[in-house]
């Protein structure tokens, strides 16, 4: 069975502070995408990564990035200097087959960046 | 770019009404999800159409069901509504099952 755990229920941080958000997954599956994404106060999800399960390789996005770690099944996403518009509710998702056609979320991290 | 479009994006009902959701895909895209989303919970999967045919089905209940029609727009129809429908109800589409994009959402209330 698929399983998506981010143990970081809620995170508080100053502006200009960086963070991580960790994301730990199960599967049985050898090929899997990894997904992060973020749901602000409006309500919508918006998409921020794929990541295959073959590409371990890190990612950088602005101040985003992103650190996989199969040997720990790690998918953890680090924002740089972070700003108040990151705040939101942060969600990793697993793809429930090779394609990413049912995705099981975790149960999402809330990032409240303040001044 | 277009985007998914979901109607409407509120939506208020009584216990055992019934209740139609919309979702317009991103154009040339195959595939379309529908998920349902509590308050303070993860997105749960419901049912995915593939060129319009069922390709999966998640934990959607008995009384709700969902198809997507010829011009590629899904939607969910709900019946006997009870108080714990009421959810943040999305639509994703895909194109080859690559990356899923996600609709604002509709929000059901159940009154």
């Known amino acids: 069975a698929q399983k998506v755990t981010q143990a970081q229920t809620e995170i508080s941080v100053v502006e200009k502070e960086d963070v991580t958000l960790d994301c730990v997954y199960e599967t049985r599956d050898t090929t899997y995408y990894l997904f992060w994404y973020k749901q602000p106060p409006s309500g919508e999800l918006v998409f921020l990564i794929r990541r295959n399960s073959f590409d371990e390789q890190n990612e950088i996005s602005g101040r985003y990035s992103w650190n996989f770690q199969k040997s720990t099944s790690s998918f953890n996403f680090t924002i740089t200097a972070s700003q108040v518009v990151d705040s939101a509710v942060y969600f990793c998702?697993?793809?429930?087959?090779?394609?990413?056609?049912?995705?099981?979320f975790g149960t999402g991290t809330r990032l409240q960046v303040t001044l | 770019a277009a985007g998914v479009i979901q109607s409407p994006r509120h939506l208020i009902k009584e216990k055992r009404e019934t209740a139609t959701l919309k979702c317009y895909p991103i154009?040339?895209?195959?595939?379309v999800y529908w998920y349902q989303q509590g308050p303070g919970q993860d997105p749960q999967f419901l049912i995915s159409f593939y060129e319009k045919m069922q390709s999966d089905k998640g934990s959607i209940p008995d009384r709700f069901s969902a198809q997507q029609f010829s011009d590629y727009h899904s939607e969910l129809n709900m019946s006997s509504l009870e108080l714990g429908d009421s959810a943040l109800y999305f639509c994703?589409?895909?194109?080859?099952?690559?990356?899923?994009?996600f609709g604002s959402g509709t929000q059901l209330s159940v009154l």
């Open positions: 994703a589409s895909s194109l080859a099952g690559e990356k899923l994009f």
């Open positions: 154009p040339r895209h195959d595939t």
């Open positions: 998702a697993l793809s429930d087959t090779g394609t990413a056609s049912k995705l099981t």
